[in-house]
């Protein structure tokens, strides 16, 4: 079983953040699960989250045995004569199924205020990892978009926690080893990460791929993050928490 979240984005000036679903696939079978999280309903109180068509009650467990469409229309179709180089430019093989695509891809569009990302899991000893493409690359002064011309995949990167980011109070920088900080990792990481970085600080990225200018600017550069947790169980918050059973 493998388990994605969708997060959608408030589109007032705080363009926050909340997970409001999940979904489990067991490719094998094949079954897919939908289900409502704890940040849908907090969505709905802070920010008027209108629920998806697809899915209209936010108490109950959507089953299919193919794949939603709201995350099927996410993943380029396997008969375009693309679709070699799309997997190429987010470091995947042709074996990759519809889930793993997603889980790097993010699944987002211009078109509406969703993104897909997936369950991070640790292993006995606690270490994780997981990719995604560097964030607000665009927000950032000319120096650093010069340096980001630069990059290469297996280059090492440094990860710092910023305090006091003006949109989310709490951010995950990416900077290089020369210090320019070129982007931020995906808000999704970053309450987990707080309560664990100044207890277990062991914690590196570096660059997997640097997509060519004709890719999505949104999957530009493809970053792998490698760390620890000691104690703490990620995504367990109220927030990841299923409505029903």
């Not at 108490?59 to 469409?69: K, N, T």
């Not at 799309?86 to 699944?107: H, K, R, T, W």
Request: negative net charge; charged residues 25%.
């Amino acid at each position: 079983m493998k388990t994605l979240y969708l997060a959608w984005q408030d589109n007032d000036p705080s363009r926050a953040w909340f997970p409001v679903g999940q979904l489990d696939a067991d490719i094998e079978r094949p079954l897919y699960r939908f289900r409502y999280i704890g940040g849908a309903r907090r969505a709905q109180e802070k920010a008027g989250f209108p629920l998806l068509v697809e899915f209209p009650s936010l108490e109950e467990d959507y089953q299919s045995s193919e794949l939603f469409p709201l995350f099927r229309n996410r993943v380029m179709n396997r008969k375009r004569p693309d679709f070699a180089d799309y997997l190429n430019s987010l470091d995947l093989s042709g074996e990759s199924d519809p889930i793993e695509i997603l889980a790097v891809n993010g699944g987002r569009r211009v078109t509406d205020s969703y993104e897909v990302f997936p369950k991070i899991e640790k292993d006995d000893t606690g270490l994780f990892t997981c990719r995604f493409f560097l964030h607000g690359w665009r927000r950032i002064n000319q120096a650093a978009q010069d340096r980001i011309n630069l990059l290469k995949p297996g280059e090492e990167l440094y990860l710092t926690l910023e305090l006091t980011n003006p949109a989310t109070g709490l951010a995950l920088q990416i900077q290089t080893k020369d210090y320019h900080m070129i982007g931020w990792a995906p808000r999704y990481l970053v309450k987990d990460l707080s309560a664990e970085i100044a207890e277990t600080p062991d914690y590196s990225a570096r660059v997997v791929r640097v997509n060519p200018p004709t890719a999505s600017s949104m999957q530009s550069i493809l970053i792998e993050m490698r760390g620890r947790w000691s104690k703490h169980r990620p995504m367990q918050s109220e927030d990841f928490r299923p409505l029903v059973d």
